[in-house]
């Protein structure tokens, strides 16, 4: 079946340093990729997505490229603020084995900026 | 920006008891799914929902879970007799049809299960 794997955290890191959280995949099809972020005590929001080979996902601040031949997704940061203090999914969505598209996520990362 | 809604936002609840947990998805909206995220684990697919049939579901969806969308706009999972593991945090979503790849998520119902 399909499965995410991500680092390890927590990551902690203090502000305007670069952020890389790895993600990489296995999937029986031709999977769309994401980043989702969660912050405390609240849902989930979609950070950005890529949906083929090369495309770069991007989004205040944040950016991910679909890499294809090495199975990742990689998301990164120029500069954290403590604002992107939170906890990061990678996740892919793929057809089911019903036919449907579901969602498989990684175990999250969290991300602590201190000032 | 129509979006997902879910109430409650927090339930709580006795072991043994029966809940509902109900998701309004968006408007046009076909395809409806419920995922569950144990607190500090990662988020894990249950169900997912279309035409009144459940077309998919995990090993965590046993006889203890149900699904209905009963009117024209919500969509419910009733957990018949809840036990201490089912507390978790739970996620509706949906999307337009079968090969739009992206879920539009609710913001949870936590469920404490005492």
């Known amino acids: 079946g399909d499965s995410v794997t991500q680092m390890e955290g927590p990551v902690t890191l203090s502000e305007e340093a670069f952020l890389t959280i790895n993600c990489t995949y296995t999937a029986t099809g031709y999977p769309s990729l994401f980043w989702y972020v969660q912050y405390p005590g609240e849902g989930l929001q979609l950070l950005l997505k890529a949906t083929k080979a090369d495309d770069k996902g991007s989004n205040k601040g944040f950016e991910a490229t679909y890499r294809k031949e090495t199975t990742s997704f990689h998301l990164e940061k120029g500069s954290v603020q403590v604002s992107d203090s939170a906890v990061y999914f990678c996740a892919l969505s793929d057809r089911g084995s019903g036919g449907y598209q579901k969602v498989t996520f990684g175990t999250g990362t969290k991300l602590q900026v201190i000032p | 920006e129509p979006e997902v809604t879910q109430t409650p936002s927090h339930q709580v609840t006795q072991m043994g008891q029966e809940v509902i947990l109900r998701c309004v998805p968006i408007?046009?909206?076909?395809?409806f799914y419920w995922y569950r995220q144990i607190l500090g684990q990662k988020v894990e697919f249950l169900v997912s929902f279309y035409n009144n049939e459940i077309s998919e579901k995990s090993e965590i969806f046993d006889d203890q879970f149900s699904v209905e969308r009963p009117d024209g706009s919500n969509f419910t999972l009733k957990i018949r007799s809840t036990k201490l593991e089912d507390s978790a945090m739970y996620f509706c979503a949906s999307n337009p049809r079968q090969t739009y790849n992206e879920q539009f998520f609710g913001p949870g119902t936590r469920l404490t299960v005492l």
């Open positions: 408007s046009n909206h076909l395809y």
